[in-house]
Antibody, heavy 118, light 105 residues
């Protein structure tokens, strides 16, 4: 079945780095755009980053621009988010989501928790 | 940047009620609007895309309408499984979510 599984979350100190991964299965990964979306504890949803199917087009939210890098490996059916210079306000559950130009975020992973704290 | 607002922020309702949630965009987004349902500890689930298209597998008691800057999500007869938080989201220009509406008993 169509599935996205995130991994790589954890506890990191302010200023530290973390790399999230998202493994896709059940669909042709290389045909789809992908995104990362996060949700701080008790808060709403915030879009973080988007990457086109080939990886040639990338967008970031202003809140993470210059600190986060999205990438993908279509041969490995995987999406990544490299997070540098982490701040307390980056603490959140991070979701990867399949992104369709008509159907928006149609498939979501279960999320991985990132906690930035000293 | 396009801003999204939702009203109400919290909605108290009973099983069988007709429920309407409103979403407004700060500028026209045509019909590029989606609605999601999220339950505690779970990932959001797509309900409606392109303002009024029902996602496959979603019960027909959910419907969406609107275009431009004003949109609504309607649940025709609220069921016990529908108590959750609902988010609208624009995808006309990048992506922006509304603040959410908590539908509670």
């Amino acid at each position: 079945q169509v599935q996205l599984v995130e991994s790589g979350g954890g506890l990191v100190k302010p200023g530290g780095s973390l790399r999230l991964s998202c493994a896709a299965s059940g669909f042709t990964f290389s045909d789809y755009y992908m995104s990362w979306i996060r949700q701080a504890p008790g808060k709403g949803l915030e879009w973080v980053s988007y990457i086109s199917s080939s990886g040639s087009t990338i967008y970031y939210a202003d809140s993470v621009k210059g600190r986060f890098t999205i990438s993908r490996d279509n041969a490995k059916n995987s999406l990544y988010l490299q997070m540098n210079s982490l701040r307390a306000e980056d603490t959140a559950v991070y979701y990867c989501a399949r992104t369709d130009y008509r159907r928006a975020f149609d498939i979501w992973g279960q999320g991985t928790m990132v906690t930035v704290s000293s | 940047d396009i801003q999204m607002t939702q009203s109400p922020s919290t909605l108290s309702a009973s099983v069988g009620d007709r429920v309407t949630i409103t979403c407004r965009a700060s500028q026209s987004i045509s019909s590029w609007l989606a609605w999601y349902q999220q339950k505690p500890g779970k990932a959001p689930k797509l309900l409606i895309y392109k303002a009024s298209s029902l996602e496959s597998g979603v019960p027909s008691r959910f419907s969406g309408s609107g275009s431009g800057t004003e949109f609504t999500l309607t649940i025709s007869s609220l069921q016990p499984d529908d108590f959750a938080t609902y988010y609208c989201q624009q995808y006309n220009s990048y992506f922006t979510f509304g603040p959410g509406t908590n539908v509670e008993i």
